[in-house]
């Protein structure tokens, strides 16, 4: 889970493996805040899976690919 | 989750972020009982441990060890697991921060300031190489 400055250097560093999915810095942002912002919460409890999943498509990732075990 | 066990998590979440380390067992209660709460925990994904030692590797968002993601904020340096936790250090911390890293194709240095929960450098792309359903098979690879 990397940043990158371009497609062009994500292409070069995948080097033939499949790529998996590319998400603008704004939208990470996005998801780190939805994802993260109560780690430290006194009442944390853990996330269940349907939670983590409606956060990922809170921000708009959906599909396959962002399907959750 | 056992509600020791969640404090046991509160309060191992609570030295590292004082003190900007990991603590060992023994500074948290019998050394045993601690780790068989860490290893419970780390079960339920609450934090992950070095196998084969029963040390503390992440308090996600939180790297214990370090890594190409290094963040100030708060005003200490941390370690994210990777660029999604690094951003992450700053959203569970509260507090805006600055990732430094580089380009995993070209080591360019890349530097990020994160202000009121946004990125100044919008334009960066944030690449994940493994889909959601397999994170947690290798966690420290994905």
């Known amino acids: 889970m990397n940043l ?5 250097h994500i292409a070069r560093w995948l080097g033939g493996r499949e790529p998996g999915a ?8 996005d998801l780190a805040v939805a994802w993260w912002g109560d780690r430290l919460a006194p009442d944390w409890r853990p996330h269940i899976r349907e939670e983590n999943q409606a956060i990922l498509e809170r921000v708009g990732l959906t599909g396959e690919f962002w399907a959750l075990a | ?6 404090e046991l998590r509160r309060r191992t979440y609570a030295l590292f972020v004082e ?19 860490w290893r419970r925990l780390a079960a339920e994904h609450a934090l992950v441990l070095n196998p084969g ?13 370090p890594t190409a993601y290094r963040v100030h904020a708060g005003g200490r340096w941390w370690y994210g697991n990777c ?24 080591g360019e240095r890349l530097a990020v300031e994160v202000r009121d929960e946004r990125v100044d450098d919008e334009s960066l792309l944030f690449h994940v190489l493994v889909p959601a359903a397999h994170w947690w098979d290798d966690i420290v690879f994905t």
Do not use: Q, Y
């Open chain 1, 4 to 8: 990158f400055r371009s497609e062009e």
């Open chain 1, 22 to 29: 590319t998400i603008t810095a704004a939208k990470l942002a």
């Open chain 2, 19 to 37: 003190h900007g380390r990991a603590p060992a067992a023994g500074e948290l209660g019998d050394a045993d009982e601690v780790v068989g709460g």
């Open chain 2, 53 to 65: 030692t029963d040390e503390l590797r992440m308090l996600n968002p939180f790297s214990v060890v």
């Open chain 2, 83 to 106: 660029a999604w936790d690094a951003v992450g250090i700053c959203a569970a911390l509260h507090t805006d921060g600055r990732i430094e890293t580089s380009c995993p194709d070209c």
């Open chain 2, 1 to 6: 989750m056992e509600e020791t066990d969640l």
